[in-house]
């Protein structure tokens, strides 16, 4: 299986190394042409604002729509959890919108800015560690929109998602590719 990794910005290369770990042959893709000879594709971390940016400037963002629209596996993590959203609250940016749900920036705030925690995922067996680095949250999710883990907001003590699963669209708030656990790069190989 040949894996593709968004590598405008942000964290590829950790993803890449995970993929490779699992066996699978990881790859950059830059363009349209690499985004075609790939079975599934990761969007990093990093700053979805540039993401969004340098996508459009490549040319990529109808391309994108059009592999994602056809099945092709994505996972998102952090900025690419909210470059694959329908909407940001707050302002408009560059977003692929085919994860039907509304994201909230930077949502824990200046004090929580980075942590880790333990998170209970539905399907699986024991908790994920997961590290949140000015992680957004999901303020709002579609129907057709699996929520596969939460994080309690301190402030209002409600649930907000942070791993969600729509179809063969995977996104998590958080960076499964900076910890050893690989079961979200598993599950995105075996969506595929
Ligand atoms: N705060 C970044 C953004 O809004 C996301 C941070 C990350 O990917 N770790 O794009």
Known sequence: MKIG?????GDFRE???MVRNLGSEGVEVRT??????????IIPGGESTTI?????????????????ADGMPVLGTCAGMIFLAAGTLHHEQPQLE??????????????VDSFEADLEVG???HPIHAVFIRAPWIHKVGGDVE?????????????????VRQDRILATSFHPELTTDTRIHEML????
């Open 15 to 17: 993803h890449l190394n």
């Open 52 to 68: 969004g940016r340098l996508a459009s400037i490549y040319g990529l963002i109808e391309p994108l729509r059009k592999r994602i």
């Open 98 to 111: 085919c994860l039907d749900v509304v994201v909230e920036r930077n949502a824990f705030g200046r004090q």
């Open 189 to 192: 190989m075996e969506v595929s």
């Open 123 to 125: 399907g699986f067996d």
């Open 147 to 163: 929520v596969l883990a939460t994080v309690t907001d301190p402030e209002s003590g409600e649930s907000r998602p942070v791993f």
């Open 5 to 9: 990794a968004l590598a405008l910005q």
């Open 32 to 41: 349209a042409e690499e985004l075609d000879r790939i079975d599934a594709l």
